[in-house]
């Protein structure tokens, strides 16, 4: 018996080392794994926008909201700023239209001719065909979103994103509401909801990054003239 636990004692004094140092070996990959995943959400966090990964969503900027929409004209310029700033850096726009038979067609000046318009009755862009457009996309992991109207459409839009995990860039200067009210207190619901408010100038120069941009004249061509006045500058006495 005394020989018997002397070879259990001698046992365990191997399998003992053998388990610590598995359990060690376990813990530094927990770790190394942890903190690899806290730097990519650190990352993430940042909000810096790639042209690999995003999808431009033009949201409802339609005929019949022409003559209610605060600074109409402005927010379909700079959209259509940044559809052509898409097309020369390879970034896939998607565009819906809500109710088209009832609030008609998009408005020629953005220049969305050749897209297929996605007719919707839900607030929310992301209906059916827009979600397995994303996906035939591969599933982008940013979207820049503009049109209208931020507390309707682009807020519900947002939302739905942000719960699939997908980074949403808002561009301030391309968006807008029938009130100023609706549309700055949107501006400030969402931004405290996780998204990212920016402008179409500052989106174009973080997409090329360096005068060396291979596209970067092009884009500096769509900078000629800075942005219009949106009637922003109020909301940024209350960030």
């Avoid at 730097?39 to 926008?49: D, E, K, P, Q, T």
């Avoid at 726009?93 to 038979?101: A, D, G, N």
């Avoid at 065909?129 to 992991?141: C, R, S």
Wanted: charged share 20%; aromatic share 6%.
């Amino acid at each position: 018996m005394a020989a018997i636990g002397s070879k259990n004692r001698q046992s365990r004094r191997h399998v003992t080392p053998l388990l610590i140092g598995r359990w060690a070996a376990v813990f530094i990959k927990s770790v190394e794994l942890v903190c690899l995943l806290f730097s990519y959400m650190l990352v993430a966090s940042i909000g810096r926008l790639s042209t690999k990964d995003a999808v431009l969503l033009l949201c409802d900027m339609q005929e019949k909201f022409r003559p209610n929409i605060f600074q109409f004209p402005n927010i379909v310029s700079n959209a259509a700023r940044l559809l052509k700033a898409s097309r020369v850096l390879g970034i896939p726009p998607i565009l819906t239209e809500q109710y088209p038979k009832g609030l008609g067609p998009t408005v020629p000046e953005l220049e969305a001719a050749d897209l297929t318009a996605y007719a919707k009755t839900s607030f929310t862009m992301m209906i059916d065909e827009v979600e397995k457009q994303m996906q035939a996309l591969g599933n982008p992991k940013q979207a820049i979103l503009c049109g209208i109207e931020a507390h309707a459409c682009i807020a519900c839009t947002t939302y739905d994103l942000l719960e699939k995990g997908i980074e949403v860039h808002i561009v301030a200067d391309a968006v807008s509401s029938r009130s100023q009210t609706d549309r700055l207190f949107a501006l400030s619901r969402l931004k405290q909801s996780g998204a990212f408010l920016t402008t179409t100038e500052a989106v174009l120069l973080q997409l090329v990054q360096d005068a060396k941009h291979p596209n970067f004249k092009e884009i500096q061509k769509l900078l000629a003239h800075p942005s219009p006045d949106t009637g922003l500058l109020s909301f940024f006495s209350a960030l």
